[in-house]
């Protein structure tokens, strides 16, 4: 895991340093993959043994006839890509990080991801709003983002969609999934918000429920983006691990301790660790900018 700790130790030099401080990146961007040389969609029907005996498969076209599309409002300052103005500052790492993404999935199987992070506020929910949009924004690309932070849910903000219903619902068995998902404005991107707080995450999260979910969702998507709660204070982003492909671990720069990104990092097995995501951090380019973004993903190759 050496560049692992390369990129945590770069984010705690950041920290003792100014932000105007020049960053390397910590891998050298490849080029962006286009939608001619990614790999096939996948297919639209659920396999057989999605859900047995749960109800009849959700295909793409019902999930487009029942489910609901309620308004949103997503925040202009950090979400990136609802407007026309595709150059916002972070866009272009995020189609960098969109493009690394590809690079390791010609390796591995890699459709569902959870975004993580040690602490709360290190910018989970941003990363995982925006790589949704980046994902979506290639013609014919569906991706959906399902807020599992079952304690202190923040997706909806970022998108000003409705809170409820959601993961939480579907969880206790009061809803289907059509019921929790949202049709966003973005052509493509669906939501699952996290649903009201209720009962014990951990138990609603290891209940057997989330799994038949991701079963019955995951053929109708190119990409499942998870979010999740901070790995030191809560266990829940482990049960949410153990569901997923691959694990973006966000480390804040100038925030993040470096002692507590490796120790989150160690909740998870090597293999299920795609790399860090470097937030916040300042660039030659952007050094001037109020707000800082930056990414940095290792591969695990
Ligand atoms: N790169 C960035 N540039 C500017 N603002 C950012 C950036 N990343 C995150 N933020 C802001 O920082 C705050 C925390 O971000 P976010 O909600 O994504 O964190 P989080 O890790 O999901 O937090 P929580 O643990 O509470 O769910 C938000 O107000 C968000 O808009
Ligand atoms: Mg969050």
């Known amino acids: ?14 920290r003792a340093s100014s932000m105007g401080t020049h960053v390397e990146p910590a891998f050298n961007p490849p080029p962006d993959v286009q939608p001619e040389n990614m790999p096939e969609m996948p297919s639209l029907q659920p396999s057989p043994a999605a859900m047995p005996g749960r109800g009849a498969a959700t295909t793409y076209e019902s999930l ?22 595709d150059n916002r500052i972070g866009a272009e790492e995020f189609r960098t990080l969109r493009s690394r993404l590809y690079q390791i999935r010609e390796k591995m199987q890699l459709k569902r991801l959870l975004v993580t992070s040690a602490l709360p506020k290190e910018g989970k929910s941003f ?9 979506v924004r290639q013609h014919g690309r569906r991706a959906l983002v399902i807020d599992a932070d079952l304690r202190n849910p923040g997706m909806h903000r970022h998108f000003g969609a409705p809170p ?48 038949l979910l991701l079963q019955r969702v995951e053929p109708l998507f190119d990409w499942v983006i998870m979010d999740s709660s901070p790995v030191i204070p ?68």
């Open 1 to 14: 895991m050496s560049r692992i700790h390369d990129a945590l130790k770069r984010a705690e030099q950041e």
């Open 64 to 85: 487009l006839a029942r489910c609901p599309q309620p308004d949103w409002s997503p925040d202009p300052r950090t979400m990136l890509f609802f407007h026309e103005d």
């Open 127 to 135: 990363v995982a709003a925006n790589l949704a949009q980046v994902m």
């Open 164 to 211: 409820q219903p959601g993961l939480s619902e579907y969880l206790l068995g009061e809803c289907d999934e059509f019921a929790a998902l949202q049709r966003g404005p973005m052509e493509n991107l669906f939501f699952m918000p996290a649903g009201r707080l209720a009962g014990s995450a951990p138990e609603l999260l290891s209940n057997g429920r989330l799994k």
């Open 234 to 301: 809560v266990s829940d982003a482990t049960l949410v691990a153990s569901c997923c492909d691959g694990i973006l671990m966000v480390v804040r720069s100038n925030a993040t301790p470096s002692d507590l990104a490796r120790r989150a990092r160690e909740e998870f097995p090597d293999k299920l660790l795609l790399g860090v995501v470097l937030n916040g951090a300042p660039s030659g380019k952007l050094s001037q900018s109020k707000y800082y973004y930056g990414e940095a993903v290792n591969s695990p190759t």
